[in-house]
């Protein structure tokens, strides 16, 4: 590497110019500077992290153009640190910046949402100095520790004339002009706050790198320790990790090493490295973290697997090589056998690709089941992380549901907690004497779901219940047809089919309820009218008067909310109204004759029921007015079965109407 002091680079200015941060940046710089006071240490890290992309980016454009390298050929890291000044600079030889591109690198985020995603962390030092660097603000973290920064560049290619000299103080403001800079790359130069003059010590600087920055893939060099020599030497082991055999690195190494991969000083629940040769060849390192990022939902955030081709880094996020449902996983991806000009265009079509997607996909459900089977209670937060993540594969990948559904964690009534811990496993251990089905239940919540009317008889019989609440759910479970040989069922949809759980008594029992209701039922329906498909005796009801119930290819309720919450078109699907015959509810209905009053107790015991779903009301004010007049009457002591002004309804018991 080439070197010059900071005062031969600056020439007279050319076309200095101040300019205004972004208002996102500005924000970020706040948060930034007034509430992270702990582990401040971590701009080494997001800084030596910059200038190890920006050596890979060089190398990588010297696959086309090899002069870009020629001037300067060992790429690397120098850092150089002045007590006496207070300063540290952090300098590259890697692909450099012109002036527009550090104006906009600089001086602005890409990603608006940022600085709010950030702010929703300040008062958590610890987690915030963990996010910086998934947040792709890396470099503003420099100003955690500095009130002025300097940055230096020539873009690679570009002539030393072309130099840009950039500073700040963080007020809001930088300033750019066109310098003379000899050297390729970018040096960064941080001017210590009073408070932080302990990162000018070389001692402790030595001591960082190796914590944070051992397994970057180029040397980060720093002076001979005690000498005046201008001689610099490697403080870290600049080898690319997954290039080591397996049996030459420590946990602690892997563990290191995912830090750095993945800006998260989490501890990764697991880790899977693997070289394949053969016909293809390629060797891949996969970590499953040990907690969601806080992108994890957003449809554009960055996810996949850093791409290597025969060690030279390619590209960040290439997220070709694993299916959208394995998103969370975090790693790298070495192949021999793809050219070193790949893009991302060519990525989607290459048939290698699609070979290691199929083998990367095995490995990583392989990773995850090892840690189901080896490690129940690391698997229980990774279940809590990424659970929903996952269950987007069982809609997705019908071919890898072998691999999947044992995967699987839910929610249960067998569970005295909410806690999502029983596997299909579990379930089929548990299956009552006769008991063909699984079933389970969603809802808005996991209390609704554990709530919910259409259960009642199951859980009075004791037949285990899965509960789901998440909105992934009604998508996943639509997919799983059968565990075992054991048909999954929706307890809230069409028949219960209890088929040898019922015994020949109950069904005579309901037999004889439908005859005998068969005039009930029929004025029930004419008072709702359109509301409902048809009315019918429940078999699923104990303690709730009424429930609703979708035909087994109605669009399930939370998946039509769902759609039309993101603007879509959704057919509305009309339920079945199943009423318990057993309830005094019912029966006081029973009692009187069709009219207004009918009318009303059959509109609330409908609208109820889809409450008691978590469905919203169609027309609230209309539910309130309606309740409010049976209360009135209650209050008036008339009792509910004499609406005013109507003498000629039948009072309670009285005559069963056919
Ligand atoms: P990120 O690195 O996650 O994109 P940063 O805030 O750390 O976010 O950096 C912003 C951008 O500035 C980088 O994407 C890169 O284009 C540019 N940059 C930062 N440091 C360097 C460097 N040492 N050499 C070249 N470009 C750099």
Redesign the pocket.
């Known amino acids: 590497m080439q070197s010059e002091s900071a005062a031969e680079q600056t020439q007279p200015a050319a076309a200095r110019e101040t300019r205004g941060f972004q208002a996102e940046v500005r924000q970020l710089l706040q948060l930034m500077i007034h509430s992270l006071y702990s582990h401040r240490e971590i701009f080494l890290r ?1 800084l030596i ?3 190890s ?2 050596c890979d980016r060089v190398r990588f454009a010297a696959i086309a153009d090899s002069a870009l390298l020629q001037d300067d050929p060992e790429l690397g890291i120098r850092i150089d640190a002045d007590p006496t000044a207070g300063t540290v600079t952090i300098t ?1 030889n ?4 012109t002036r527009e ?1 550090a104006v906009a ?2 001086g602005t985020i890409a990603r608006s949402g940022t600085a709010e995603a950030f702010r929703a962390l300040s008062g958590d030092d610890q987690k915030a100095s963990q996010l910086i ?1 998934q947040f ?5 973290s420099a100003f955690i520790v500095a009130d002025r920064v300097e940055v230096r ?1 020539r873009k690679a290619g570009a002539p030393p004339q072309a130099g840009v000299h950039w500073e700040s103080g963080a007020d809001g403001e930088f300033t750019v002009e066109t310098v003379l800079q000899a050297a390729r ?2 040096s ?1 130069t941080l001017h210590l706050k009073e408070d932080a003059r302990e990162f000018a010590d070389a001692f402790r600087l030595r001591g960082l790198i190796r914590r944070y920055s051992d397994h970057i893939g180029f040397p980060v060099r720093m002076r001979k320790e005690g000498e005046a020599s201008l001689e610099y030497e490697p403080v870290n082991q600049a080898k690319a990790l997954w290039t080591l055999p397996r049996s030459e690195i420590p946990a602690e190494e892997y563990k290191r090493f995912y830090e750095y991969l993945a800006h998260d000083s989490t501890e990764p629940l697991a880790w899977s490295h693997n070289k394949v040769e053969g016909k293809r060849e390629y060797t891949s390192l996969l970590y499953l973290p040990g907690r969601a990022p806080f992108d994890l939902w957003q449809r554009e955030a960055a996810r996949g697997l850093k791409l290597y081709v025969r060690r030279v880094f390619i590209m960040d996020d290439a997220e070709q090589f694993l299916p959208l449902y394995l998103r969370f996983i975090k790693g790298v991806v070495d192949s021999s056998d793809l050219p070193l000009n790949v893009s991302r265009e060519i990525l989607q079509q290459e048939p290698e690709v699609e070979a290691i997607r199929n083998g990367l996909t095995k490995r990583a459900l392989d990773l995850i089941a090892r840690l189901a089977k080896d490690e129940p209670e690391k698997y229980a937060t990774f279940w809590r992380e990424f659970g929903a993540v996952l269950k987007e594969g069982v809609a997705q990948d019908p071919a890898n549901h072998p691999a999947l559904l044992p995967l699987l964690r839910f929610s249960s009534t067998h569970l005295a907690d909410d806690t999502a811990s029983a596997s299909l496993a579990d379930y089929v251990a548990r299956l009552q004497p006769g008991q063909q089905k699984i079933y389970y239940v969603i809802a808005e919540s996991l209390a609704a779901a554990r709530g919910s009317p259409a259960i009642e008889k199951l859980r009075e019989r004791g037949i285990e219940v899965l509960l789901l609440a998440e909105r992934v759910d009604s998508w996943a479970m639509g997919q799983l047809t059968e565990y075992e040989g054991r048909q999954f069922k929706d307890a809230s949809r069409g028949e219960l089919e209890l088929g040898a759980l019922a015994s020949a008594a109950d069904r005579q029992q309901h037999d004889a309820d439908l005859k005998e209701s068969k005039g009930l039922l029929k004025r029930i329906k004419d008072a709702l009218g359109e509301r409902v498909t048809q009315v019918s005796v429940s078999e699923r009801l104990r303690e709730s008067p009424a429930c609703l119930v979708l035909g087994e290819h109605d669009l399930p309720e939370q998946l039509r909310r769902i759609l039309v919450a993101a603007g879509q078109k959704a057919p509305d699907s009309k339920p079945l109204l199943e009423v318990n015959v057993s309830h005094p509810l019912v029966k006081y209905l029973d009692g009187i004759a069709a009219g207004d009053q009918f009318n009303e107790l059959a509109q609330l015991l409908f609208e109820q029921a889809g409450l008691a779903e978590g469905n919203p009301l169609p027309n609230p004010p209309d539910y309130v007015q309606r309740l409010n007049r049976l209360l009135v009457r209650l209050a008036a002591g008339e009792g509910a079965a004499a609406p005013a002004g109507d003498s000629s309804t039948a009072a309670p018991g009285v005559g069963r109407q056919a």
């Open positions: 997001e992290s910059n200038a992309d920006a590259d890697g692909i450099g910046m591109e690198n600089l660097g792709g603000v890396g470099f503003y560049s790359g970018t960064v």
